[in-house]
């Protein structure tokens, strides 16, 4: 009878703990997948903020490149359009001095032809002079005569030489003019040619610059390609997997249902079943109390009787 009892306790207990591990491994599945896509979420929204930023990263250096490239174009017009503000002045003393350059020529050649017979009537007049001092000398005229000749002598070498130097001095001047005329020309030239090289420079680090710009935008375009085509590698298996796990939810719904269903009869039943168990053991503790009770009684009965048979005797 003990053991019966004990044997629908221990059946009871069973029933009772594999329905509590039913509904707990139920719940850890449903925790394990509602865990399994919050993370599959939160790392999709991790991996767009990261595409956000460097997209935005990527249109703001497109920005700065676009007004760097503005700026060159504009450096660059103005190199193409740079005029000398002294281009018009230069131009007309440019032909000025030209056509002074053109008058000077043909007055130097007359000025040098002019010069050619007063200097030979000033070698005459030096060589009669000589002859005349030299008549004087033989001769040894009069003081008077003399102190006249030596006049005229003199007279006639300080005309000559002053023929002569106007004539080197205009010569001297006619020369400085043109050395300055052709230092100046020489010097606004180099200064042209200076300011050339410094355009043509310039013009050379302005295109250098945009070519690379231009490289950094169709770099940046490339990446910016690149990230609007990102595709996640394993996107068929993700959607694949997801359906699957959409699919199984939809079917563990009904299931869910039918087993809380279940486990509420299956409760009912156990508790009916429970009170029945305990009604049974209360009915065989019952009756092994009568039996204790009538064995007692019985075992008196044969003592009773067993005096009597001594008595008998």
Do not use: W
Not at 4 to 24: D, H, I, R, W, Y
Not at 133 to 145: I, L
Not at 268 to 273: I, M, N, R, V
Request: proline share 2%.
């Amino acid at each position: 009878m003990m053991q019966t009892q004990e044997q629908a306790v221990t059946q009871s207990g069973q029933l009772s703990g594999s329905l509590s591990f039913s509904g707990s491994m139920s719940k850890e599945d449903e925790e394990m997948s509602k865990t399994a896509l919050s993370t599959f979420r939160a790392k999709e929204e991790e991996i767009e903020k990261k595409k956000l930023e460097v997209r935005e990263r990527v249109q703001a250096q497109l920005g700065r490149i676009e007004q760097e490239t503005k700026r060159l174009a504009n450096i660059r017009e103005e190199l193409e359009g740079l005029a000398d503000p002294m281009k018009k002045e230069l131009s007309l003393v440019r032909k000025k001095v030209d056509s002074v350059n053109k008058e000077l020529k043909p007055l130097g050649q007359t000025c040098q032809k002019k010069h050619k017979p007063n200097r030979q009537k000033a070698l005459k007049r030096e060589k009669k002079a000589n002859k005349i001092n030299k008549r004087e000398t033989q001769e040894t005229r009069g003081v008077f005569k003399t102190t006249e000749m030596m006049q005229t002598q003199e007279q006639a070498v300080t005309q000559s030489g002053q023929l002569s130097g106007s004539l080197s001095f205009s010569g001297s001047m006619s020369k400085e003019d043109e050395e300055m005329s052709k230092t100046a020309l020489s010097t606004f030239r180099a200064k042209e040619e200076e300011i050339e090289k410094k355009k043509l420079e310039v013009r050379e680090r302005v295109q250098a610059q945009l070519g690379r710009i231009e490289q950094e935008t169709k770099r940046l375009a490339n990446i910016r390609e690149e990230l609007e085509g990102l595709a996640d590698p394993m996107k068929k298996e993700l959607s694949l997997v997801r359906k699957k796990v959409d699919s199984v939810n939809k079917e563990l719904k009904p299931l869910g249902q039918t087993c809380q269903k279940k486990e509420k009869e299956y409760k009912d039943a156990l508790e009916a079943f429970n009170e029945k168990n305990k009604e049974k053991v209360q009915l065989i503790t019952r009756l092994m109390e009568l039996v204790s009770e009538s064995e007692k009684l019985r075992m008196k009965k044969l003592e009773e009787l067993s005096k009597s048979i001594e008595l008998t005797r």
